[in-house]
């Protein structure tokens, strides 16, 4: 993850409804950045976004507006939370299905202790993503220098 400040010196191409916007900060052009909660920023303001990769605009994980100390992310917790909670109700009668047809009764009990498992693991790790990002986004604020880096699951190069 990497996370840069920028100072928004001019924004267009913006369409308000989408979150999709260019801008320009410091001499350069950025195209293309989709915001998900369709905030377009003002020119003038400074934000912090929290990058999935250096130069990667196409999708931020998270953003901060420098003013406002408003944190955004890319995916809400309560949302990714109740999107594996679906998937979860979806396939699990077929797994536990198989697995009682195939096994009885104690095998269907395991194939359902290993599959709360892995939901519970995989929201952890879906949380716990989400926290540092808001973290990461926090500590640039406070450090306010140009950009940093910080190590999520993806290394900057």
């Given amino acids: 993850m990497h996370i840069e400040r920028v100072h928004f010196d001019e924004v267009f191409d913006a369409q308000a409804g989408r979150g999709d916007f260019s801008f320009r900060s410091?001499?350069?052009?950025?195209?293309?950045v989709h915001l998900h909660s369709g905030a377009i920023p003002q020119v003038g303001s400074t934000y912090f976004f929290a990058l999935s990769s250096r130069d990667?605009?196409?999708?931020?994980i998270g953003w901060m507006d420098v003013q406002t100390k408003t944190i955004s992310l890319k995916e809400a917790t309560w949302l990714g939370v109740l999107s594996g909670l679906g998937s979860f109700i979806w396939l699990a009668p077929f797994f536990l299905g198989g697995a009682f047809l195939l096994g009885g009764l104690s095998v269907a009990l395991a194939v359902l202790l290993t599959i709360c498992g892995a939901y519970c693991w995989l929201l952890y790790k879906f949380v716990d993503r989400n926290r540092r990002i808001r973290k990461a986004l926090q500590e640039a604020d406070v450090e306010s220098t140009k950009t940093i880096a910080f190590g999520l699951a993806t290394p900057v190069r």
């Avoid at 410091?26 to 293309?32: C, E, F, I, P, V």
């Avoid at 990667?56 to 931020?60: A, H």
């Fill in 56 to 60: 990667d605009w196409s999708s931020p």
């Fill in 26 to 32: 410091a001499g350069q052009t950025r195209y293309g």
